[in-house]
């Protein structure tokens, strides 16, 4: 190949040159040395079509030699005048001049050349704007931010699946925001490809940029936003580390309002298109080394993107261009509104109220910019506004919402996935809307096929909002506001191994506390109900041989026993899928809850057929929205999150590291009386006396405020609010677990 090239090159040019192969995406290109002197550069394209395209790139290059102070890549005709030719019939062959000079990619970044770097940008855009080329506006250019959204089905083809999870979220984002923008947005020709590796810089300043084969007829703003994306890589700050970009190009070309209300979002589509060409051209050219080189630094700015409150990032895109803030800080207005509409048995979490405006994945976004890890928000099972469970939704709205008086297939689907799950005994299901309607349903199915009505409950046991979930929820019913137990209620003692009657040094412990129902059994139970960990009694891990001794005692006694694993259950225990199974039992029933539809009104019951069959009575059971489409659609994209993105691992191995940095802080600080829980369930209690466990309530409350003002949103629990509950979605990563525990041992030493 290289001497056929040289020879080409003699031919037709007249040069006789030494060739040096460089860095390319599509073309091959070849640095041209003559007497010793870097000289020119050869472009060969494979694709012998686009001669027309190659024509306007240079008419778009002749524009910008009218800028004197830079450098723009002149082409050089052949010996008969020609600039395009080709070589061996399968490549058009160009010759363009050499720029010297370093890239910014090789040098260190500062505010001075990013500066620098926008204004030549927007002398750039301001030379080519109204310059109009037919060629350029209808070549369809899979580089041009605009066509982001058609890379929706190139997603799956896409072998990283966290990686996959944040391109579709900032599509569908991207849509929402961008796709329906009607604002003042320009249009132009423009570069649209001001990489670090295409820009020459001397020093500070600008010398000129190369390449122009992804010339598009786009927004002109995305000029600005390809080059922030480039120049944001590998900076611990990214929005603060191109303002100076964005200052620079807005001095040398005004922006207006709505185009920087866009540019946070551009920027993430640059990043997802950048990501799939690349992931996809490595699979095709796997020998290409130039495809992969920003692949790792994206990778690690679309994480960092994603934790960006996006109006914070717009406030401060803003205030480069000299603009005042919009950030809201309207607790006081909404506190207002609150108090007007709403009972104030509604309550608010935490001292100062936030604002949420938005939510993804792990983190929530206020409205006055700021950024929270969402530690505690089991219902949203799989992230926030996770797009698969996003686009499920909209997807079987726009199709069929019904109720299952009639066939579909979304109902049956769902249903033998979700049985699948369990034991094969449990293989009947009850669809509802909430964790409350199952708990509910869960009694009435006791006390139907036992045709009795008492019930043993957990102490501090919670199950739900209706009646009967607050009838046979300790946490409510002992609490404040409560009436106390009705007389077929039967409470049975915490298995508290920190601070109950039987603890951590009893190997027999789980068994002690099971005898403490003997007292019930000896009139008629319909059922024994708990969570496999008690979460409102403060993330109490159940003793071992807890629930197979009790789930005996009640079985010999008539009754059936209830797990209650909407706060537990779909992988939360890493190990293991459902939170009974770390006891070893089977339960009768199971009540699921809204972390099944990821916050979708989405509920069940899962009992055996025996239990199902008693309760055909001749009484209809019906539920209006229970098992519609659109809700079973949705519970069925949670089951394939979960297993595609490998939650349980990740609940296991995350919560496991947890668990030890906890217990490495326990040791540290006497306040942390006790470290429990399992996967993304944990518990820290407080105490402000190891000796006694005197509660350290107070200062349980003053920690989760100061975490909440640190970034961190976590939440108390347990019978005197002493247990600080750990529960996130399951993307929490092991690097917001390392920012968690950092963050919580700097608030537990300035909380005092």
């Known amino acids: 190949m290289e001497k056929k090239i040289i020879?080409?090159?003699?031919?037709?040019?007249?040069?006789?040159?030494?060739?040096?192969?460089?860095?390319?995406?599509?073309?091959?290109?070849?640095?041209?040395?003559?007497?010793?002197?870097?000289?020119?550069?050869?472009?060969?394209?494979?694709?012998?079509?686009?001669?027309?395209?190659?024509?306007?790139?240079?008419?778009?290059?002749?524009?910008?030699?009218?800028?004197?102070?830079?450098?723009?890549?002149?082409?050089?005709?052949?010996?008969?005048?020609?600039?395009?030719?080709?070589?061996?019939?399968i490549f058009t062959a160009r010759i363009l001049t050499y720029i010297p000079g370093e890239f910014i990619a090789e040098v260190p970044k500062n505010d001075e050349l990013s500066m620098n770097f926008g204004k030549f940008l927007g002398r750039v855009d301001s030379t080519l704007l109204g310059h109009r080329n037919p060629v350029i506006e209808s070549r369809h250019n899979p580089w041009d931010i605009r066509t982001f959204p058609e890379l929706r089905n190139k997603l799956d083809q896409l072998q990283d699946a966290g990686l996959?999870?944040?391109?579709?979220?900032?599509?569908?984002?991207?849509?929402?925001?961008i796709g329906s923008c009607r604002g003042d947005i320009r249009k132009s020709v423009i570069h649209n490809d001001a990489n670090d590796w295409n820009v020459l810089v001397e020093g500070n300043n600008i010398r000129g940029l190369i390449d122009f084969g992804d010339l598009a007829y786009t927004y002109t703003v995305n000029e600005l936003a390809i080059a922030a994306t480039y120049m944001a890589m590998d900076r611990q700050d990214p929005v603060s580390g191109i303002l100076p970009l964005i200052q620079g190009y807005h001095q040398a070309f005004p922006l207006n309002e709505t185009e920087i209300s866009m540019l946070y979002y551009l920027i993430a589509a640059r990043l997802g298109i950048s990501l799939i060409m690349s992931d996809l051209s490595e699979q095709q050219d796997p020998g290409n080394s130039y495809i992969g080189i920003h692949v790792e630094k994206a990778c690690s700015l679309i994480e960092k993107w994603i934790s960006i409150n996006p109006r914070k990032a717009e406030d401060q895109f803003r205030g480069a261009c000299g603009w005042p803030s919009r950030a809201a800080g309207k607790v006081t207005t909404y506190s207002s509104e609150r108090s007007k509409y709403f009972s104030k048995v509604l309550s608010l979490s935490y001292q100062v109220p936030i604002v949420m405006e938005k939510a993804a994945f792990q983190y929530m976004y206020g409205?006055?910019?700021?950024?929270?890890?969402?530690?505690?928000?089991?219902?949203?099972?799989?992230?926030?506004?996770?797009?698969?469970?996003?686009?499920?939704?909209?997807?079987?709205?726009?199709?069929?919402?019904?109720?299952?008086?009639?066939?579909?297939?979304?109902?049956?689907?769902?249903?033998?996935?979700?049985?699948?799950?369990?034991?094969?005994?449990?293989?009947?299901?009850?669809?509802?809307?909430?964790?409350s309607?199952?708990?509910?349903?869960?009694?009435?199915?006791?006390?139907?096929?036992?045709?009795?009505?008492?019930?043993?409950?957990?102490?501090?046991?919670?199950?739900?909002?209706?009646?009967?979930?607050?009838?046979?929820?300790?946490?409510?019913?002992?609490?404040?506001?409560?009436?106390?137990?009705?007389?077929?209620?039967?409470?049975?003692?915490?298995?508290?191994?920190?601070?109950?009657?039987?603890?951590?040094?009893?190997?027999?412990?789980?068994?002690?506390?099971?005898?403490?129902?003997?007292?019930?059994?000896?009139?008629?139970?319909?059922?024994?109900?708990?969570?496999?960990?008690?979460?409102?009694?403060?993330?109490?891990?159940?003793?071992?041989?807890?629930?197979?001794?009790?789930?005996?005692?009640?079985?010999?006694?008539?009754?059936?026993?209830?797990?209650?694993?909407?706060?537990?259950?779909?992988?939360?225990?890493?190990?293991?899928?459902?939170?009974?199974?770390?006891?070893?039992?089977?339960?009768?029933?199971?009540?699921?809850?809204?972390?099944?539809?990821?916050?979708?009104?989405?509920?069940?019951?899962?009992?055996?057929?025996?239990?199902?069959?008693?309760?055909?009575?001749?009484?209809?059971?019906?539920?209006?929205?229970?098992?519609?489409?659109?809700?079973?659609?949705?519970?069925?994209?949670?089951?394939?999150?979960?297993?595609?993105?490998?939650?349980?691992?990740?609940?296991e191995n995350v919560g496991n590291f947890l668990l030890k940095e906890f217990s490495s802080l326990q040791a540290r600080y006497p306040v942390i009386g006790d470290v429990r829980g399992s996967g993304f369930f944990l518990g820290l209690e407080l105490v402000s006396d190891p000796q006694s466990l005197a509660p350290a309530t107070d200062f349980a409350k003053k920690l989760i405020n100061k975490m909440k003002d640190a970034g961190f949103l976590l939440s108390t629990d347990g019978p005197y609010n002493q247990v600080i509950k750990f529960k996130p979605p399951m993307c929490f990563s092991i690097t917001n677990a390392a920012d968690l525990v950092l963050t919580l041992e700097s608030t537990l030493n300035s909380a005092g």
Not at 390 to 398: N, P, S
């Open 7 to 89: 020879e080409f090159l003699q031919a037709k040019y007249g040069f006789d040159a030494t060739l040096e192969e460089l860095r390319g995406y599509d073309d091959l290109n070849y640095l041209l040395t003559i007497d010793g002197k870097a000289a020119y550069v050869l472009k060969l394209s494979r694709d012998i079509s686009q001669r027309s395209f190659l024509e306007s790139q240079h008419k778009i290059i002749n524009i910008l030699a009218h800028l004197n102070d830079f450098q723009f890549p002149r082409v050089i005709p052949d010996k008969t005048g020609n600039h395009i030719t080709s070589f061996e019939e």
């Open 164 to 177: 996959k999870k944040l391109i579709h979220y900032f599509i569908i984002q991207y849509e929402m925001y």
């Open 367 to 435: 409205d006055h910019g700021r950024t929270y890890v969402d530690c505690v928000n089991n219902i949203m099972h799989v992230g926030h506004a996770h797009p698969v469970v996003v686009e499920a939704g909209q997807r079987q709205m726009a199709i069929l919402n019904t109720n299952s008086r009639y066939y579909y297939d979304a109902l049956s689907n769902y249903a033998g996935r979700l049985l699948e799950l369990f034991p094969a005994h449990l293989n009947k299901v009850f669809l509802v809307n909430s964790g």
């Open 437 to 651: 309607a199952a708990s509910d349903l869960a009694i009435r199915l006791a006390r139907n096929f036992t045709g009795r009505k008492d019930i043993i409950v957990m102490e501090h046991g919670y199950h739900g909002n209706t009646t009967t979930g607050i009838e046979i929820s300790h946490y409510k019913f002992a609490g404040k506001g409560g009436s106390g137990a009705e007389k077929h209620i039967h409470v049975a003692p915490i298995p508290d191994l920190y601070r109950g009657e039987f603890r951590k040094d009893d190997s027999k412990a789980g068994i002690h506390y099971a005898e403490k129902i003997n007292p019930f059994l000896s009139q008629p139970v319909a059922g024994f109900i708990c969570e496999p960990i008690v979460g409102c009694g403060g993330q109490i891990v159940l003793p071992p041989g807890y629930l197979d001794a009790v789930y005996k005692k009640v079985r010999h006694a008539g009754g059936v026993c209830i797990a209650d694993e909407v706060q537990t259950g779909f992988g939360r225990a890493g190990s293991h899928f459902w939170a009974f199974e770390m006891q070893g039992v089977i339960p009768d029933i199971v009540i699921l809850g809204k972390p099944m539809g990821n916050g979708h009104p989405l509920g069940a019951v899962v009992c055996t057929g025996e239990i199902a069959s008693a309760f055909e009575n001749g009484m209809e059971f019906f539920s209006s929205f229970g098992g519609n489409p659109v809700s079973c659609e949705i519970g069925s994209a949670v089951l394939n999150v979960i297993r595609a993105e490998e939650l349980q691992k990740q609940a």
